[in-house]
T-cell receptor
Framework: DGGITQSPKYLFRKEGQNVTLSCEQN?????MYWYRQDPGQGLRLIYY???????QKGDIAEGYSVSREKKESFPLTVTSAQKNPTAFYLCASSRGDRGTNEQFFGPGTRLTVL | DAKTTQPTSMDCAEGRAANLPCNHSTISGNEYVYWYRQIHSQGPQYIIH???NNETNEMASLIITEDRKSSTLILPHATLRDTAVYYCIVTSRGSTLGRLYFGRGTQLTVWP
């Protein structure tokens, strides 16, 4: 089955520690995205990548970093500089061409920083 | 910034049609209307999109007014599994990124 996987589903970390969230897709999509969702709120874009070895900041990139070394993978690191890291993190992918805005989402990772 | 206005919540009886409205009065000529939904604690799911004509697929129908300033998503026979937050998004199709701005959406509750 084609799709997007995120792991783990729940993650707990101590304050001050960096943590990396995994996102893998086997849809052969060029574009990948990371969003953050806080309780009762919509999604906010953290970073996005249209192609391998290239990525751009979204609306709330401070305190986060990403890499895109492979087409299938777009890991997100939540650094200790992120002031309020506890949130629900969603990864998505899309074909990335000019014909569609349909994004496919993973199941999400709920990060809790203690 | 979200360019749409949606009611915060709605409810619907199981088996009846759910009609979810969305206002997008500042929509421009090359912008599409997209609908996604998010079941609690899951990733959003694409439902349907349209430019100016009404659209239908296996999940829903999308009715866009002639002036394109508002639209309605119709779930013809709502089930309990349709309980979710529904997001109406206006975006330029095939834009540089295909950015989607998710507002707070409408919480649809389907009751038995």
């Amino acid at each position: 089955d084609g799709g997007i996987t995120q792991s783990p589903k729940y993650l707990f970390r101590k304050e001050g520690q960096n943590v990396t969230l995994s996102c893998e897709q086997n849809l052969n999509h060029d574009a990948m995205y990371w969003y953050r969702q806080d309780p009762g709120q919509g999604l906010r874009l953290i970073y996005y990548s249209q192609i391998v070895n290239d990525f751009q900041k979204g609306d709330i990139a401070e305190g986060y970093s990403v890499s895109r070394e492979k087409k299938e993978s777009f890991p997100l690191t939540v650094t200790s500089a992120q002031k309020n890291p506890t949130a629900f993190y969603l990864c998505a992918s899309s074909r990335g061409d000019r014909g569609t805005n349909e994004q496919f989402f993973g199941p999400g990772t709920r990060l809790t920083v203690l | 910034d979200a360019k749409t206005t949606q009611p915060t919540s709605m409810d619907c009886a199981e088996g009846r049609a759910a009609n979810l409205p969305c206002n997008h009065s500042t929509i421009s000529g090359n912008e599409y209307v997209y609908w996604y939904r998010q079941i609690h604690s899951q990733g959003p799911q694409y439902i349907i999109h349209g430019l100016k004509n009404n659209e239908t697929n296996e999940m829903a129908s999308l009715i866009i007014t002639e002036d394109r300033k508002s639209s309605t998503l119709i779930l013809p026979h709502a089930t309990l599994r349709d309980t979710a937050v529904y997001y109406c998004i206006v975006t330029s199709r095939g834009s540089t990124l295909g950015r989607l701005y998710f507002g707070r959406g409408t919480q649809l509750t389907v009751w038995p």
